[in-house]
C-alpha cells in the first residue's frame, strides 16, 4: 500500500458543481496535512492546511479523519480557474517525511 | 514576506554534462529546505533536505547531490548528468514543522 494515495482523476465537473477529493495515509502517527494546487507546468502552491476540527476557506473545506485515515477538499460552486491538479500532504514526525500524494486532476467545464 | 528563487528557469543539457541549480531564500532565517523532482505526469519526489548550513539528508541514492554553503543557499548537482535526469526540479523551504513554499521550479531537459 503507498504511503498517500489519491485518485489520480480526471474528474471533470460543470462550473457550479460541488466536488470532493479524498486522501489517504498509511502512518497513523502522521501528524500535519495539507493540500496543495499544482497548475500545469507550475510550483505547487498551498491550498490549506487540514486540521483536525476541520476547517473552510471561502469555497474551500478540508476535513481530517483520523480513525479512517483520510483527509478530504471539497470544492463548492467550482469555477473554470479551479481546473487544476490537487495534491495531498502529509508530514510525519517532522521535516524529515514529508510525503506527496501524485494528485487528482480536476477539469472544471463551461 | 518571504520569496524563494530558483535558477535557471530552463536548461537543456547533454548526457554526461555537470549541472548545477540553485535555490535562494528571502525574508527568514534557518529555514529547512528542500529539493524534488517532478518526472512528467509523476509525482513530487523529495531528493534532499536540509535543517541548516552544511546539514544535508539524501532520500534518494542517485547520481545528484546537494550542498548548502549559507543559511539560505541550496545547491542542487551533478557530476554527469543521465538521461534520466530530465524533470522538474522544485525547491522548496519551510519553518520547521510547518507547510513548504516552493520556488518557480527548473525543468532540465537531458539529450
Known amino acids: 500500500r503507498k504511503e498517500v494515495e489519491q485518485d489520480p482523476g480526471p474528474f471533470n465537473v460543470p462550473e457550479g458543481a460541488t466536488v470532493a477529493f479524498n486522501c489517504t495515509y498509511s502512518?497513523?502517527?502522521?501528524?500535519?496535512f495539507f493540500w496543495y494546487r499544482q497548475d500545469c507546468r507550475k510550483e505547487p502552491k498551498l491550498l490549506m492546511s487540514?486540521?483536525?476540527s476541520g476547517n473552510e476557506d471561502g469555497r474551500f473545506t478540508a476535513q481530517l479523519n483520523r480513525a479512517s485515515q483520510y483527509i478530504s477538499l471539497l470544492i463548492r460552486d467550482s469555477k473554470l480557474s479551479d481546473s487544476a491538479t490537487y495534491l495531498c500532504?502529509?508530514?510525519?514526525?517532522?521535516?524529515?517525511?514529508?510525503?506527496f500524494g501524485t494528485g487528482t486532476k480536476l477539469q472544471v467545464i463551461p | 514576506s518571504q520569496t524563494i528563487h530558483q535558477w535557471p528557469a530552463t536548461l537543456v543539457q547533454p548526457v554526461g554534462s555537470p549541472l548545477s541549480l540553485e535555490c535562494t531564500v528571502e525574508?527568514?532565517?534557518?529555514?529547512?529546505l528542500y529539493w524534488y523532482r517532478q518526472a512528467a505526469g509523476r509525482g513530487l519526489q523529495l531528493l534532499f533536505y536540509?535543517?541548516?548550513?552544511?546539514?544535508i539528508s539524501s532520500e534518494v541514492p542517485q547520481n545528484l547531490s546537494a550542498s548548502r554553503p549559507q543559511d539560505r543557499q541550496f545547491i542542487l548537482s551533478s557530476k554527469k548528468l543521465l538521461l534520466s535526469d530530465s524533470g522538474f526540479y522544485l525547491c522548496?523551504?519551510?519553518?520547521?514543522?510547518?507547510?513548504?513554499?516552493f520556488g518557480p521550479g527548473t525543468r532540465l531537459t537531458v539529450l
Open positions: 522548496a523551504w519551510s519553518a520547521q514543522y510547518n507547510e513548504q513554499f
Open positions: 502512518n497513523s502517527a502522521s501528524q500535519s
Open positions: 487540514v486540521y483536525s
Open positions: 500532504v502529509v508530514l510525519e514526525g517532522g521535516y524529515q517525511k514529508v510525503t
Open positions: 525574508g527568514t532565517s534557518n529555514p529547512n
Open positions: 536540509s535543517v541548516g548550513i552544511g546539514q
